[in-house]
């Protein structure tokens, strides 16, 4: 019997979660466009043009989380856009509560711990880089 690799079979998991739930995100952008985000980033004195920083952070990142290519800095680019995410759109909630005792950022939050954890962990053997 073949000894199972839990470890690189839970990192495939990790990655194939965070990287298709963002990767929806992302093709929100793609057909919607990224106009909202401009408008928030001017109404806090960045550039507009950062808002398409969103398509490496939620396009091209999930893809090479998902596949295992240069993974930790696809995973980084997660993170990063999800900073931007939390302090832009859901600054007010960081210290919020849900009615049944949640924290209001719950899905912000395991997107951002996520993609740091794979930071560190790296993609795997079940990866392209295999490592």
């Known amino acids: 019997m073949q000894h199972v690799d839990g470890d690189a079979i839970g990192k495939l998991i990790l990655r194939i979660t965070l990287g298709g739930l963002i990767l929806l995100h992302g093709l929100s ?3 919607g ?5 401009q408008g928030m980033l001017e109404g806090v004195g ?3 043009a ?3 920083g969103v398509y490496l952070g939620e396009v091209l990142a999930p893809i090479l989380v ?3 290519w240069y993974a930790r800095i696809g995973a980084g ?5 999800m900073v931007f995410a939390v302090g832009l759109a859901h600054a007010g909630d960081i210290l919020a509560f849900t009615p049944q ?3 209001a950022l719950e899905l912000q939050g395991m997107f951002l711990f996520t ?4 930071v560190f962990l790296g993609p795997g053997r079940f990866s392209i880089n295999q490592r």
């Open 101 to 103: 005792g949640g924290w």
């Open 66 to 68: 998902i596949v295992g």
């Open 46 to 48: 960045l550039p507009a």
């Open 29 to 31: 952008k793609i057909t």
């Open 77 to 81: 680019l997660i993170f990063i856009n």
């Open 50 to 52: 950062l808002a398409w």
């Open 33 to 37: 466009g990224v106009g909202g985000i």
């Open 115 to 118: 993609a740091l954890a794979l």
